[in-house]
T-cell receptor
């Protein structure tokens, strides 16, 4: 079953613009994580936000978490061509089982 | 140190044959996970190991799928009598084993069943 659902499914923007992706989840969480996947292969962990945090930054990434709405957003500022990838949110069912959403396919146009 | 490695990177097999996929986790990581990703889809959890035992194998889609882990390190995912619907990318991840950790992924094995 899907714990996280990303929105939009696909996003295409111009280089230099900001990209915002949203994630909704169903059950209470300990933390929520965002991953990036290039070319359909291995995922790279981007950022983890704990349930008692509301916002977190890492370089050009900003993640927010609203536990009352069971939603999170990932903002990528000043996008670059290299940011083209699929982005997934993930949260835990239990302590070890990480459940992923379907992902947002982000395309940065030069 | 080295990341998670998987082999082979690509595997093409005929329907009905058995395949074995291998995962080498990051040294010292006690937790190991297998996922499956069909074309254009999200990740589907298959099984996870803590040490050599598998507390959660709820995601294995059928009894044709099995996995083992030995020495608290290398893991093998075996698919018997492969079917065309088994075609997917199989991803392995490891984590230090403490609860609610981030996971470190390997590059995956792309399995194609003809």
């Amino acid at each position: 079953s899907q714990q996280g659902e990303e929105d939009p499914q696909a996003l295409s923007i111009q280089e230099g613009e900001n990209a915002t992706m949203n994630c909704s989840y169903k059950t209470s969480i300990n933390n929520l994580q965002w991953y990036r996947q290039n070319s359909g292969r291995g995922l790279v962990h981007l950022i983890l936000i704990r349930s008692n945090e509301r916002e977190k930054h890492s370089g050009r990434l900003r993640v927010t978490l609203d536990t009352s709405k069971k939603s999170s957003s990932l903002l990528i500022t000043a996008s670059r061509a290299a940011d083209t990838a699929s982005y997934f949110c993930a949260s835990f069912q239990g302590a070890q089982k990480l459940v992923f959403g379907q992902g947002t396919r982000l395309t940065i146009n030069p | 140190g080295a990341g998670v490695s998987q082999s082979p990177s690509n595997k093409v097999t005929e329907k009905g044959k058995d395949v074995e996929l291998r995962c080498d986790p990051i040294s010292g990581h006690t937790a190991l996970y297998w996922y499956r990703q069909s074309l254009g889809q999200g990740l589907e959890f298959l099984i996870y190991f803590q040490g050599n035992s598998a507390p959660d194998k709820s995601g294995l889609p059928s009894d044709r799928f099995s996995a083992e882990r030995t020495g608290g390190s290398v893991s093998t995912l075996t698919i018997q009598r492969t079917q065309q619907e088994d075609s997917a990318v199989y991803l392995c991840a490891s984590s230090p084993g403490t609860r609610y950790n981030e996971q470190f992924f390997g590059p995956g094995t792309r399995l194609t069943v003809l």
